[in-house]
């Protein structure tokens, strides 16, 4: 009983010891190339946001392109009084 105590309190230390060391290094990493987890998640956010505008720019032009075929189709398919072909042969 005694045994699982000592090893159950040994883990436990370890486990707080090696938390402790990883917290401290990686605050020291951080501090020393000064990362600020602060300005990474803006950066994230501000890039999401021109990605969103990227995308409406994108369907915006691919509208645009459709809209054009759509009249041009329309155009090359009236003869020259106006009546609408629905063959080519014509």
Same mark, same amino acid.
Request: hydrophobic share 40%.
């Given at each position: 009983?005694?045994?699982?105590?000592?090893?159950?309190?040994?883990?436990?230390?370890?486990?707080?010891?090696?938390?402790?060391?990883?917290?401290?290094?990686?605050?020291?990493?951080?501090?020393?190339?000064? %990362?600020? $987890?602060?300005?990474?998640?803006?950066?994230?956010?501000?890039?999401?946001?021109?990605?969103? +505008? #990227?995308?409406?720019?994108?369907?915006?032009?691919?509208?645009? %392109?459709? $809209?054009?075929?759509?009249?041009?189709?329309?155009?090359?398919?009236?003869?020259?009084?106006? +009546? #609408?072909?629905?063959?080519?042969?014509?």
């Amino acid at each position: 009983m005694v045994l699982g105590f000592l090893v159950y309190e040994a883990m436990d230390v370890a486990y707080h010891v090696g938390k402790i060391t990883y917290n401290g290094a990686s605050f020291i990493y951080n501090w020393y190339y000064d %990362i600020n $987890i602060y300005s990474i998640d803006n950066k994230v956010r501000t890039d999401e946001e021109h990605i969103k +505008q #990227l995308e409406d720019r994108v369907q915006q032009l691919e509208d645009m %392109i459709l $809209i054009g075929d759509l009249k041009q189709n329309d155009s090359n398919s009236l003869n020259d009084q106006g +009546q #609408l072909l629905l063959c080519d042969s014509i």
